[in-house]
């Protein structure tokens, strides 16, 4: 008797321990299906998001327009109240920061990183994208349980992503980038992920930035898929 309790003991363990990790591939899989599932992803080519733009620490807010092409275009317009546009690109080749202050042409390691942030439905490329990706542990992102996973690219620093361990949603990443001020850390959180009409792809409508400016809120009411973009729409303007 003693010795079958043993061996349930043991076995329970095993099975308690075995849910306090998970392989890379796996959480990679469970993150494409909670994200629509690859077929669905795939079917998509383009996408264009717009919404509301925040930035309470300096009493700023305005309107975003994301414009987002297969493979690895993309655009973004921000136009802030009082102050004019904002315009950040990459054409696949080449990246670019625009706005009333001046323009920035991204090289090194910005444009490594533009490149990465460019790409459509990057959780179908993650291991070309971080040859490097390590299951750190539990931890919490927000009040949610999450799998906290460095990525590290093959050029370029870490960047710490925090998976839903329930849903399997990023919820959040971190890392330090290069932007037209110097290096800097920036967080991203993502939440009301919901799906995009007329697929069965789901993305995430609300998004928080923590830079040393402060916090960027981004809301978007309307995220269209395969619209018709032209590959001139993400010409440095």
Known sequence: MIRLLSILAAAFGLCAAAQDTIAVDELLEKHIAASGGREALEKVKSMVMTGSFELPAMGASGTITVYAKAPDKRLAVINIDGFGE?????????????????????SGQMLEDMKRDSVLHPELHFKQLYPKMEVKGKGKAGDRDAWIVEMTPEKGKPVTAWFDAETFFMLKS????????????????????REVPGTAVKAPHLMKQVLPVGEIIMRFSEIKANVDIDDAKFAKP
């Open 174 to 193: 971190s890392a330090v980038r290069v932007t037209d001020q110097g290096e800097a850390e920036i967080t991203t959180e993502l939440s009301d992920f």
């Open 86 to 106: 904002i315009f950040q690109g990459f054409d696949g080749e080449r990246g670019f920061s625009v706005s009333p202050m001046g323009s920035v042409d991204a």
